[in-house]
C-alpha cells in the first residue's frame, strides 16, 4: 500500500469554527490532491498542489484554503466551516511524470458539522 | 465542462458471468485513465492505469481498456465473484494534472 495517511479520520466540529485536515505521504510524489465525496455528486476536486507552496483550486474551493510548506504534507483548512461541508474528505497523491503513476488515495476522513 | 460518465449507475448480476463496466469522458487530451475499486465506508483503490498511449491493460481477471478517439473506456470482468461486489470509478488525469472523475458504478454479485 501506497504511504499517504489521512488525519483525523473522523472530526465532529461546530458551525463557524475552523478545521484543518492533514493528509501525509510518504512516497515523495510530487502532486497531492484534496477531494470530497457526496451522495450523488461523486469525488470532486477542492485543491491540488503540484509542488511544495503550488497550489491551484479545483471545482469546489470556495471556503476552503490549502498549504503545502513541504513535500510530504498538504493541509486543508475550512476557513469557517458550515453544514454544507459535513462530507468525506479524500486526499490522493500522483506523480504524472514517472511512467506508469498511478494516483493513489488515503483512506479519508469523515467531517460532520453540526 | 470536462466530465466522466458511467454507465450503468448500478448493476446486480449472478455470480460467474463476465460483465463490462462503461466509462465515457468528453475531453480528449487526456494524460492517463485510471480505474478504481471503493468498498463501503472505505478508500479508494486503484485496479488499473492505462496511459494515453496505451490501449489496454490486464490485471488478473480484469481488463481495462482505452479509445481516446471515442473518449471511452471499458473495465471487463471476467468470471465474477461475490468479492467483486463494490463501485467502480473511472478517472482520468487532463492535461493540467488534475484527475476528473465519474459518479461510479455500484456493483453487486450475487452468490
Known amino acids: 500500500d501506497a504511504g499517504i495517511t489521512q488525519s483525523p479520520r473522523h472530526k465532529v466540529t461546530e458551525t463557524g469554527t475552523p478545521v484543518t485536515l492533514r493528509c501525509h505521504q510518504t512516497?515523495?510524489?510530487?502532486?497531492m490532491y484534496w477531494y470530497r465525496q457526496d451522495p450523488g455528486h461523486g469525488l470532486r476536486l477542492i485543491h491540488y498542489?503540484?509542488?511544495?507552496?503550488?497550489?491551484d483550486k479545483g471545482e469546489v474551493s470556495d471556503g476552503y484554503s490549502v498549504s503545502r510548506s513541504k513535500t510530504e504534507d498538504f493541509l486543508l483548512t475550512l476557513e469557517s466551516a458550515t453544514s454544507s461541508q459535513t462530507s468525506v474528505y479524500f486526499c490522493?497523491?500522483?506523480?504524472?511524470?514517472?511512467?506508469?503513476?498511478?494516483?493513489?488515495f488515503g483512506q479519508g476522513t469523515r467531517l460532520t458539522v453540526v | 465542462k470536462q466530465e466522466v460518465t458511467q454507465i450503468p449507475a448500478a448493476l446486480s448480476v449472478p455470480e460467474g458471468e463476465n460483465l463490462v463496466l462503461n466509462c465515457s469522458f468528453t475531453?480528449?487530451?487526456?494524460?492517463?485513465l485510471q480505474w478504481f475499486r471503493q468498498d463501503p465506508g472505505k478508500g479508494l483503490t486503484s485496479l488499473l492505469l492505462?496511459?494515453?498511449?496505451?490501449r489496454e491493460q490486464t490485471s488478473g481477471r480484469l481488463n481495462a481498456s482505452l479509445d481516446k478517439s471515442s473518449g471511452r473506456s471499458t473495465l471487463y470482468i471476467a468470471a465474477s465473484q461475490p468479492g467483486d461486489s463494490a463501485t467502480y470509478l473511472c478517472?482520468?488525469?487532463?492535461?493540467?494534472?488534475?484527475?476528473?472523475f465519474g459518479k461510479g458504478t455500484r456493483l453487486h454479485i450475487l452468490p
Open positions: 475531453d480528449s487530451a487526456i494524460y492517463n
Open positions: 498542489s503540484y509542488g511544495v507552496k503550488d497550489t
Open positions: 478517472a482520468y488525469m487532463n492535461r493540467d494534472d488534475k484527475i476528473i
Open positions: 512516497e515523495n510524489h510530487r502532486y
Open positions: 490522493a497523491i500522483s506523480d504524472p511524470g514517472h511512467p506508469n503513476t498511478e494516483a493513489f
Open positions: 492505462i496511459q494515453s498511449s496505451q
